[in-house]
């Protein structure tokens, strides 16, 4: 047996076979020429093959498909042997291109041209760079770089995923997922989350694991094992039984001395919506809006982004949406906004800050949310992402009154952010905070890699002295605003929509430390309302104070821990 130990980012064990997302395609060398063996017919002929084989493979998998899903695959099958890129590719050969550069150089250029048109044409183009990768792909005799078609459940092995790759992928075949880069606040973790699959990210050498051979994954400790034995059947039979018992919420987030704390809902869509409502959350905490339109090489139109939102709005009828404009760029480009070339893109421009480079769409998705409310009944609160100062919150709040939306509020993901709440709290009505990338930034420490995965940690006493920051600012900024005797009560709201929320043990820290509401996957909700539950607001003070004072992630993580007997009796 050998073990891999990495960061486990959701809890549950299962055992089951490893299947590999094939490695990402390298870009054939730019003026690479075509081999003296080969002839410009032969290879000519040979890139025609490789294109009907592509169109059979997505025939194939469109004829198993059902719904949205199966007309796109139908499409793009027809695109692998479109005469327009075929020919524009042939002409390359001629010109003495290898074949694998002229289908990537033609695919471009179609791509572009169908950018270029706009609209309906736009959205093709992305079919354009799938089947010039599936060829490329089919020249080499590797692999395309998707999520693999197998019949049978299995664990997803990769060295990282990206949301586009994750959005396609089926809970009811993937099982588990093993990366060996990625952090617990990567996208890669949060997909996880909200899919409730079992997750261990930056597991070192995980990616040698053997393809078909069976595994023991646990999720909670981040243990990832070969060969499976008695032991670990019997712990995942255990965890089948604790599973249950947390399973549901009522409801109602609170502590156990009746002190309310909502627990709201992280979504990526009106599914994500749907499945929260049902799962009794209290509301939205963050709309990731961004995840509406990964696909998009153009800005969505207005009546797009009305119906994407209001699909969410209308499973809230009467209670909170927040939503967040565009987070756009770092691990999450759009295209139209962000700038593919960027040497360190999550120091870029992202988020708000695309409102300096691409100066309108912010005003034009405030519109599309103006409208998207008033069709429903939620009550709408819109945020903006990465806001590093009070002038940009004042920004936003101007932004938002212009599209006539009556509650701006901002994230508070930055450290300048939340050492500056009380200016900031004094332009806007809310703040929440983003720990993961309120992680990164303190830390220094990029979410998305592996090795960092230890600094990347929102235990960091560090990040807990600023989330505490941010509250003290909230209370200093109420007390000078109002000139009333405000005693440790935060008039403006600071919840969290960080992935931290979902961490049952440092949603007793955050409580303690004061924030207003916890907004996490809707699959963590049962979880965290039983913990919460098992404390009063005046031991969860302590436990955040104790927290706070540690020396490091380890210590404060142990300390809370050892001072919950409860979460032993519910398996966590
Ligand atoms: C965060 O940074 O904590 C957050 C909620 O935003 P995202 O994960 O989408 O960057
Ligand atoms: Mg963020």
Same mark, same amino acid.
């Given at each position: 047996?050998?073990?891999?130990?990495?960061?486990?980012?959701?809890?549950? !064990?299962?055992?089951?076979?490893?299947?590999?997302?094939?490695?990402?395609?390298?870009?054939?060398?730019?003026?690479?020429?075509?081999?003296?063996? /080969?002839?410009?017919?032969?290879?000519?002929?040979?890139?025609?093959?490789?294109?009907?084989?592509?169109?059979?493979?997505?025939?194939?998998?469109?004829?198993?498909?059902?719904?949205?899903?199966?007309?796109?695959?139908?499409?793009?099958?027809?695109?692998?042997?479109?005469?327009?890129?075929?020919?524009?590719?042939?002409?390359?050969?001629?010109?003495?291109?290898?074949?694998?550069?002229?289908?990537?150089?033609?695919?471009?250029?179609?791509?572009?041209?169908?950018?270029?048109?706009?609209?309906?044409?736009?959205? !093709?183009?992305?079919?354009?760079?799938?089947?010039?990768?599936?060829?490329?792909?089919?020249?080499?005799?590797?692999?395309?770089?998707?999520?693999?078609?197998?019949?049978?459940?299995?664990?997803? *092995?990769?060295?990282?995923?990206?949301?586009?790759? /994750?959005?396609?992928?089926?809970?009811?075949?993937?099982?588990?997922?093993?990366?060996?880069?990625?952090?617990?606040?990567?996208?890669?973790?949060?997909?996880?989350?909200?899919?409730?699959?079992?997750?261990?990210?930056?597991?070192?050498?995980?990616?040698?694991?053997?393809?078909?051979?069976?595994?023991?994954?646990?999720?909670?400790?981040?243990?990832?094992?070969?060969?499976?034995?008695?032991?670990?059947?019997?712990?995942?039979?255990?965890? =089948?039984?604790?599973?249950?018992?947390?399973?549901?919420?009522?409801?109602?987030?609170?502590?156990?001395?009746?002190?309310?704390?909502?627990?709201?809902?992280?979504?990526?869509?009106?599914?994500?919506? =749907?499945?929260?409502?049902?799962?009794?959350?209290?509301?939205?905490?963050?709309?990731?809006?961004?995840?509406?339109?990964?696909?998009?090489?153009?800005?969505?139109?207005?009546?797009?982004?009305?119906?994407?939102?209001?699909?969410?709005?209308?499973?809230?009828?009467? @209670?909170?949406?927040?939503?967040?404009?565009?987070?756009?760029?770092?691990?999450?480009?759009?295209?139209?906004?962000?700038?593919?070339?960027?040497?360190?893109?999550?120091?870029?421009?992202?988020?708000? !800050?695309?409102?300096?480079?691409?100066?309108?769409?912010?005003?034009?998705?405030?519109?599309?949310?103006?409208?998207?409310?008033?069709?429903?009944?939620?009550?709408?609160?819109?945020?903006?992402?990465?806001?590093?100062?009070?002038?940009?919150?004042?920004?936003?709040?101007?932004?938002?009154?212009?599209?006539?939306?009556?509650?701006?509020?901002?994230? *508070?993901?930055?450290?300048?952010?939340?050492?500056?709440?009380?200016?900031?709290?004094?332009?806007?009505?809310?703040?929440?905070?983003? /720990?993961?990338?309120?992680?990164?930034?303190?830390?220094?420490?990029?979410?998305?890699?592996?090795?960092?995965?230890?600094?990347?940690?929102?235990?960091?006493?560090?990040?807990?002295?600023?989330? @505490?920051?941010?509250?003290?600012?909230?209370?200093? @900024?109420?007390?000078?605003?109002?000139?009333?005797?405000?005693?440790?009560?935060?008039?403006?709201?600071?919840?969290?929509?960080?992935?931290?929320?979902?961490?049952?043990?440092?949603?007793?820290?955050?409580?303690?430390?004061?924030?207003?509401?916890?907004?996490?996957?809707?699959?963590?909700?049962?979880?965290?309302?039983?913990?919460?539950?098992?404390?009063?607001?005046? @031991?969860? !003070? =302590?436990?955040?104070?104790?927290?706070?004072?540690?020396?490091?992630?380890?210590?404060?993580?142990?300390?809370?821990?050892?001072?919950?007997?409860?979460?032993?009796?519910?398996?966590?």
């Amino acid at each position: 047996m050998q073990n891999f130990v990495g960061v486990g980012v959701f809890r549950g !064990r299962v055992i089951g076979p490893v299947r590999h997302m094939p490695p990402a395609l390298a870009e054939p060398p730019a003026g690479e020429q075509l081999e003296s063996s /080969t002839t410009p017919e032969a290879a000519a002929a040979n890139l025609k093959d490789a294109g009907a084989a592509v169109k059979a493979q997505l025939q194939d998998r469109a004829s198993r498909a059902t719904g949205a899903g199966k007309d796109v695959l139908e499409a793009t099958a027809l695109m692998a042997t479109d005469p327009m890129l075929i020919k524009a590719a042939i002409k390359l050969i001629n010109a003495g291109s290898s074949a694998e550069r002229a289908i990537w150089e033609a695919g471009e250029s179609v791509a572009q041209l169908l950018h270029d048109l706009g609209g309906m044409m736009a959205e !093709r183009s992305h079919d354009v760079h799938d089947v010039k990768l599936r060829i490329i792909a089919v020249l080499r005799g590797v692999h395309v770089p998707e999520i693999p078609d197998f019949p049978e459940p299995f664990i997803l *092995v990769a060295e990282d995923l990206a949301p586009a790759d /994750t959005a396609t992928l089926d809970p009811e075949k993937v099982i588990a997922l093993v990366t060996a880069g990625g952090g617990p606040q990567s996208h890669t973790a949060i997909i996880a989350r909200a899919l409730g699959l079992p997750a261990v990210v930056a597991a070192a050498g995980a990616y040698e694991l053997v393809e078909d051979s069976l595994i023991f994954v646990d999720g909670s400790t981040g243990v990832v094992s070969t060969e499976p034995g008695e032991n670990e059947r019997s712990a995942v039979a255990l965890w =089948q039984e604790k599973a249950a018992l947390l399973s549901v919420f009522d409801g109602n987030g609170q502590l156990g001395c009746g002190t309310l704390l909502p627990l709201l809902a992280n979504v990526g869509g009106a599914k994500d919506a =749907q499945e929260a409502a049902e799962a009794k959350a209290q509301g939205v905490g963050l709309l990731r809006t961004e995840f509406c339109f990964l696909g998009n090489s153009t800005e969505p139109s207005h009546d797009d982004q009305v119906a994407a939102y209001k699909g969410v709005f209308d499973a809230f009828p009467g @209670q909170k949406v927040v939503i967040r404009t565009l987070d756009a760029g770092a691990d999450k480009p759009l295209p139209f906004l962000t700038d593919s070339t960027e040497p360190n893109p999550a120091l870029g421009v992202r988020g708000y !800050r695309t409102e300096t480079t691409t100066p309108g769409v912010l005003l034009r998705q405030l519109g599309a949310i103006a409208d998207a409310a008033a069709q429903s009944e939620a009550v709408v609160w819109v945020m903006a992402p990465m806001i590093s100062t009070p002038a940009e919150a004042a920004d936003f709040a101007a932004q938002c009154a212009e599209a006539g939306l009556q509650i701006p509020g901002v994230m *508070v993901e930055v450290p300048s952010a939340a050492l500056t709440s009380r200016h900031i709290l004094d332009r806007v009505e809310f703040a929440s905070l983003g /720990t993961n990338d309120l992680t990164q930034y303190t830390m220094a420490a990029d979410r998305q890699l592996g090795p960092l995965a230890a600094l990347n940690d929102p235990w960091q006493p560090a990040v807990l002295a600023l989330i @505490q920051a941010t509250v003290e600012g909230a209370i200093s @900024q109420a007390k000078h605003s109002a000139s009333l005797a405000v005693e440790d009560s935060l008039p403006k709201p600071v919840g969290v929509c960080g992935e931290s929320a979902a961490d049952p043990v440092l949603a007793v820290v955050l409580a303690g430390l004061g924030v207003s509401s916890l907004s996490m996957t809707a699959r963590a909700l049962p979880a965290v309302a039983a913990v919460l539950r098992t404390v009063t607001l005046a @031991q969860a !003070r =302590q436990l955040a104070h104790k927290a706070v004072a540690a020396s490091s992630a380890t210590e404060a993580r142990d300390l809370v821990r050892d001072a919950l007997p409860a979460l032993k009796e519910l398996g966590l």
